[in-house]
């Protein structure tokens, strides 16, 4: 089993990260760990399968996250997710939404170490390929009979340590389980970097990956000299080339940054095949949107993208139509 590269991470997003979304961020970074969005495990044992777990070649190395609390469905969706080819399979114990705690999976799982570690060592049983939990520094409210919140944390990793799961993706904010929505979470808690620091040096033989509040190549660097790894989220959404120039910054210096035009030359054959297989313009347009983030031109490329890709007529052309525009502007 090779080791993975966890150097460079783009995280799982709900409704974002799709398989559309992944390909074009290879593009960005031609290592970088991509991962899915969310998809329960009962979706995959009961549902399409096969629809649900698709995904392009080209993607390597890509996760597959999954959310549930069953061990035998996870152990199922696990197993046939490396069945289709994923390199690594992970559980959602981070997303702190009501829809998702009614579920009784994500956050809300970290007050249950014990259930954690046996969906942990089900999913290991059922795969070679490694196993991996997203987690928060803590979750609020702590369960009854917890005082001592890092004490809370360490004995959750402890625990799932214990089935020989050996890398947790640390998101470093509590998740307030009552009154936050998903968006507040990931803004209103406060990024404890020190206590995702803390947790590394306490568990030295662990791999930790840094997410939460990661915005710049300068933040980047600086958290890599104490984490094996760091994950990007909105912001590899909203400014995707950041993780172009994460990757030859971080992992290969030689590397020709490709320019942005390059970029969209290099997707438009990916959507033509796309589009022969009945899949919507839209939903692969929407993700090159953040493309020129920062740029003059920014706002003549998501206008002219948002406008253009609602009509019947539009195909894969848009996108070069949408270069010429930007580079008129």
């Known amino acids: ?38 998809i329960t495990a009962p979706a995959i044992v009961r549902g399409n399968a096969e629809r649900l777990l698709a995904f392009d070649p ?35 114990c981070g997303c702190p939404s009501d829809r998702v705690q009614s579920g009784r999976f994500g956050a809300c799982l970290m007050a249950e170490p014990q259930l954690v570690a046996d969906c942990v060592t089900a999913m290991r049983e059922a795969v070679k390929v490694p196993v991996t939990v997203k987690c928060r520094i803590g979750i609020d409210p702590m ?17 799932v340590a214990a089935t020989g799961c050996d890398v947790f993706v640390i998101h470093a904010r509590r998740a307030v389980l009552k009154g936050l929505s998903p968006k507040e979470n990931r803004e209103i808690p406060p990024l404890r970097y020190d206590v995702a620091r803390r947790l ?30 760091v994950m990007i989220g909105r912001e590899a959404y909203q400014n995707p080339y950041l993780l172009a120039l994460l990757h030859q910054s971080l992992v290969d210096p030689d590397w020709l940054l490709p320019s942005r035009e390059q970029i969209i030359e290099r997707y438009v054959p990916y959507v033509r095949e796309r589009l022969a297989e009945g899949h919507r313009l839209r939903t692969m347009v929407r993700h090159v949107q953040g493309l020129y983030a920062g740029l003059p031109n920014v706002r003549s490329w998501r206008r002219f993208l948002s ?23």
């Open 1 to 38: 089993m090779n080791k993975l590269d966890r150097r460079l991470c783009a995280a799982p997003m709900m409704d974002y990260t799709d398989r559309h979304c992944r390909f074009f961020l290879r593009l960005l970074s031609p290592s970088a760990l991509l991962y899915t969005e969310m």
């Open 58 to 92: 080209a993607e390597h190395p890509v996760a597959l996250q999954l959310g549930g609390s069953d061990p035998r469905e996870l152990a199922i969706a696990a197993r046939r997710g490396e069945e289709c080819g994923y390199d690594e399979i992970n559980l959602n």
């Open 143 to 159: 369960p009854p009979n917890c005082v001592d919140e890092y004490e809370f944390l360490t004995g959750f990793v402890s625990k």
């Open 200 to 229: 590394r040096a306490d568990f030295p033989h662990l791999t930790f990956v840094l997410n939460g509040g990661l915005r710049s190549a300068e933040v980047v660097r600086d958290q890599l000299e104490f984490f094996d790894g």
């Open 307 to 329: 406008e253009q890709a609602a009509q019947p007529a539009a195909n894969a052309d848009l996108l070069m139509e949408a270069l010429r525009i930007v580079r008129a502007a």
